[in-house]
């Protein structure tokens, strides 16, 4: 421990998961509007339906 005065606390070395945010970014949060706008995620999986199996996803 380096000499001087001492508080007693300890600083943080972990941050929880739930405490991370993103920064985002203007260009991906318009093209995520516009794809949900126009149901893009239902497009795709009916497009990817075909190749999962029935009980446990992917086959």
Known sequence: MAMGHDNGE???LFITYDKLQGLGHPFYEALDKLLRKHGFDRFAEKQCEPFYAEVM???
């Open 57 to 59: 996803g992917r086959p």
């Open 10 to 12: 300890q600083p943080t």
